[in-house]
């Protein structure tokens, strides 16, 4: 009696699961693979032979572009953003860089970077890989 009993609550269980499941209604999570590269603000700017902040966010758009997975496209119809600040002293340069994502600003990944202007194109693929990273998405070298 008590095994059936428990067989009969299992089995209710079971149907209550599966017509829950069909009742409720999967909305899938935003497609955090539509990105944006937005001009990265200049910081404490020193002239001299490296990237503006503007100029390297373009170049890093330009790598995000050539990424499988990874689908360009304007600000306001991007789930996700790159924005950044650049640092320049002469060669020597700093850049913070964080993916947000669009709708309610919350960061899903950030990190620093130093270098110098000669390693910028290096960096830059640094950088696509680890948003990539972060959005789960598998990336190797972009192509140039």
Request: charged fraction near 15%; aromatic fraction near 6%.
């Amino acid at each position: 009696m008590a095994i059936a009993l428990i067989a009969t609550f299992v089995l209710a269980a079971i149907g209550m699961f599966a017509v829950a499941t069909r009742l409720v209604k999967r909305s899938p999570g935003p497609d955090v693979s539509t990105i944006a590269v937005v001009p990265f603000s200049d910081v404490n700017v020193i002239p001299g032979n490296a990237p503006s902040g503007a100029q390297f966010a373009l170049q890093l758009a330009d790598a995000v572009s050539k990424t499988p997975g990874l689908h360009l496209t304007p600000a306001p119809k991007a789930a996700t953003l790159i924005e950044g600040s650049m640092q320049t002293s002469g060669e020597r340069m700093r850049t913070a860089v964080w993916l947000v994502r669009a709708s309610d600003r919350r960061a899903l990944w950030s990190e620093r970077y130093e270098f110098t202007a000669k390693d910028a194109a290096a960096v830059q693929d640094q950088i696509v890989r680890g948003v990539a990273n972060a959005l789960h998405l598998h990336a190797g070298p972009t192509p140039r």
